[in-house]
RNA sequence: GUGCCUAUGGUGUAGUGGUAGCACAGUUCCCUGUGGAGGAAUUAGUUCGAGUUCAAUUCUCGAUAGGCACCCCA
């Protein structure tokens, strides 16, 4: 037989396979998930992995060099695969106007697609997993958010966290206070947010060459990035003074304590949250609070979970301006920040129980155990492999880390017992047939 | 878009200017009842192209692909 070997079976980088190892931990994360954003009064929402590139880009040329094309020969040529779940929710909103509540807050998990050169965490096929309110300007809102990203880092089992929050209408009074053109907002902002990640001297660096900031203008913005680490307070307390003369600041400030205020109402630990004044995000269309988490034990990966306020995004497609806030998990990126911190335990099969078999003549009985299991809602399967000695199909079942173990051969099918084996204490016991489901329960509530 | 690194069976790897080795996976056979299997046989590989050389998987150049970093990330 020849074999086929013009095609190539490797992914095209960027891309990756989910084997079950992996995809058992990542389904039991998104149903976690899923389940805090229902208990915050979210609905489920679907759409398109494809939509028309003008869509996307909301006809700035500027967007489309990331974006994929998916168009077909010949026709439809100006269809491309999403990069995130936001710009759907906006044009979802704006087309059922009539048919969602006000303000309507909707959960989406889906594939997104962005086609540029993949890193180590980044992918060109990547998982978002969104819960957004859209058509409330209130504070609340944004607070709801917060807490909703704090439930949702407990809920995962994690501990050592935090959320930092800031407003972009304080750092963009920051033109005002340290007195440059806010035509170079844009580039101050990309470049006080990679802070962390090329320290201040590097900051220093790309102002001076980008912005052209002289020393005294940086000696401001030090002046006010030195207060990011203070006592949320007296961050609040020394920013209100330093930027009193800018209105929009003051804006941000105000919306800042108000939000912070509605944060510990809603039940999120003073330890889990904190001002930081250099987080901006990279997005543009965010205009007010924005938010970040980092593990606190692996701060390199960067932030798992983040978001913020985007009032304009909506009158993209709409003539009425609808606020929105809200925040994406970034599954990927938790995933591997979890397994580097050893808080992910890989689990090769979902299977409770296997029923072996090495004997043609009691196969039905032992199919009669498997399906009795199924009934009671036990995870089992049957041996279906070839081995037809009870040490080989005990060693599949002990590769695939199955708990219990029911051995039913001739000698079980005339007596109406079977073996039951607990894998892990190694004890091996002789049951009635109606006691297997009982007895399985049993041996799985003990371990 | 820019730079650096890498390329050996299906997978993971070793090695060499002259015959490419190992592990896992696969296939076939053996093994009737208890611990992560065992035994026997077997399939399968130097990314592509050019150059240097008697001889290149090995050295050089190019292409391609992948990884990493930068840029960017609505």
Same mark, same amino acid.
């Given at each position: 037989?020849?074999?086929?070997?013009?095609?190539?079976?490797?992914?095209?980088?960027?891309?990756?396979?989910?084997?079950?190892?992996?995809?058992?931990?990542?389904?039991?994360?998104? %149903?976690?998930?899923?389940?805090?954003?229902?208990?915050?009064?979210?609905?489920?929402?679907? #759409?398109?992995?494809?939509?028309?590139?003008?869509?996307?880009?909301?006809?700035?040329?500027?967007?489309?060099?990331?974006?994929?094309?998916?168009?077909?020969?010949?026709?439809?040529?100006?269809?491309?695969?999403?990069?995130?779940? $936001?710009?759907?929710?906006?044009?979802?909103?704006?087309?059922?106007?009539?048919?969602?509540?006000?303000?309507?807050?909707?959960?989406?998990?889906?594939?997104?697609?962005?086609?540029?050169?993949?890193?180590?965490?980044?992918?060109?096929?990547?998982?978002?997993?969104?819960?957004?309110? &859209?058509?409330?300007?209130?504070?609340?809102?944004? /607070?709801?958010?917060?807490?909703?990203?704090?439930?949702?880092?407990?809920?995962?089992?994690?501990?050592?966290?935090?959320?930092?929050?800031?407003?972009?209408?304080?750092?963009?009074?920051?033109?005002?206070?340290?007195?440059?053109?806010?035509?170079?907002?844009? %580039?101050?902002?990309?470049?006080?947010?990679?802070?962390?990640?090329?320290?201040?001297?590097?900051?220093?660096?790309?102002?001076?060459?980008?912005?052209?900031?002289?020393?005294?203008?940086?000696?401001?913005?030090?002046?006010?990035?030195?207060?990011?680490?203070?006592?949320?307070?007296?961050?609040?307390?020394?920013?209100?003074?330093?930027?009193?003369?800018?209105?929009?600041?003051?804006?941000?400030?105000?919306?800042?304590?108000?939000?912070?205020?509605?944060?510990? /109402?809603?039940?999120?630990?003073?330890?889990?949250?904190?001002?930081?004044?250099?987080?901006?995000?990279?997005?543009?269309?965010?205009?007010?609070?924005?938010?970040? +988490?980092?593990?606190?034990?692996?701060?390199?990966?960067?932030?798992?979970?983040?978001?913020?306020?985007?009032?304009?995004? &909506?009158?993209?497609?709409?003539?009425?301006?609808?606020?929105?806030?809200?925040?994406?998990?970034?599954?990927?990126?938790?995933? &591997?920040?979890?397994?580097?911190?050893?808080?992910?335990?890989?689990?090769?099969?979902? $299977?409770?129980?296997?029923?072996?078999?090495?004997?043609?003549?009691?196969?039905?009985?032992?199919?009669?155990?498997? #399906?009795?299991?199924?009934?009671?809602?036990? %995870?089992?399967?049957?041996?279906?492999?070839?081995?037809?000695?009870?040490?080989?199909?005990?060693?599949? /079942?002990? +590769?695939?880390?199955?708990?219990?173990?029911?051995?039913?051969?001739?000698?079980?099918?005339?007596?109406?017992?079977?073996?039951?084996?607990?894998?892990?204490?190694?004890?091996? +016991?002789?049951?009635?047939?109606?006691? &297997?489901?009982?007895?399985?329960?049993?041996?799985?509530?003990?371990?």
């Amino acid at each position: 037989m020849t074999k086929q070997k013009n095609i190539n079976l490797e992914l095209e980088s960027g891309f990756r396979d989910y084997l079950p190892e992996e995809m058992i931990i990542r389904q039991m994360m998104c %149903d976690k998930i899923r389940a805090t954003f229902e208990r915050f009064g979210f609905l489920p929402l679907d #759409t398109p992995g494809i939509e028309k590139e003008e869509v996307l880009t909301g006809g700035d040329a500027n967007f489309s060099k990331q974006i994929f094309r998916a168009g077909l020969k010949g026709g439809d040529e100006n269809l491309a695969l999403r990069f995130d779940l $936001t710009v759907p929710l906006a044009r979802v909103v704006s087309l059922y106007q009539d048919k969602l509540p006000r303000p309507f807050k909707r959960y989406q998990m889906g594939k997104c697609w962005r086609g540029e050169r993949p890193q180590a965490g980044r992918f060109r096929e990547f998982v978002q997993f969104d819960a957004d309110i &859209v058509g409330s300007a209130r504070m609340s809102a944004d /607070a709801e958010i917060v807490a909703l990203m704090y439930e949702v880092m407990i809920a995962l089992g994690l501990k050592n966290f935090q959320i930092k929050i800031n407003n972009r209408k304080i750092l963009n009074g920051l033109s005002d206070f340290i007195g440059y053109d806010s035509k170079s907002n844009a %580039d101050v902002l990309r470049i006080i947010d990679k802070l962390k990640k090329i320290e201040w001297n590097g900051v220093v660096k790309e102002l001076k060459e980008v912005v052209k900031l002289d020393e005294s203008q940086i000696d401001k913005l030090k002046q006010f990035l030195d207060f990011r680490s203070l006592p949320f307070s007296e961050t609040i307390n020394k920013i209100s003074e330093l930027m009193s003369g800018s209105a929009v600041a003051m804006e941000g400030i105000n919306e800042l304590i108000e939000m912070t205020k509605n944060i510990s /109402a809603l039940g999120v630990p003073e330890k889990s949250w904190q001002i930081d004044l250099s987080i901006a995000r990279g997005f543009g269309y965010y205009t007010g609070p924005v938010f970040e +988490t980092v593990l606190t034990d692996l701060p390199s990966i960067g932030s798992v979970l983040s978001g913020g306020r985007y009032d304009d995004l &909506v009158s993209r497609f709409s003539a009425q301006n609808l606020p929105a806030v809200g925040a994406s998990v970034g599954v990927d990126r938790l995933f &591997v920040g979890m397994e580097k911190l050893g808080l992910i335990k890989k689990s090769k099969t979902l $299977t409770k129980a296997i029923v072996l078999n090495f004997d043609k003549e009691s196969e039905d009985y032992c199919q009669k155990i498997v #399906t009795m299991l199924r009934k009671n809602n036990i %995870d089992s399967e049957i041996y279906l492999g070839k081995e037809i000695n009870l040490k080989g199909q005990l060693s599949y /079942a002990l +590769t695939q880390e199955i708990p219990v173990v029911l051995i039913a051969g001739d000698k079980e099918k005339q007596t109406n017992t079977v073996q039951i084996k607990n894998v892990i204490s190694r004890e091996q +016991t002789e049951i009635s047939f109606e006691d &297997v489901p009982k007895m399985v329960t049993e041996i799985l509530t003990k371990i």
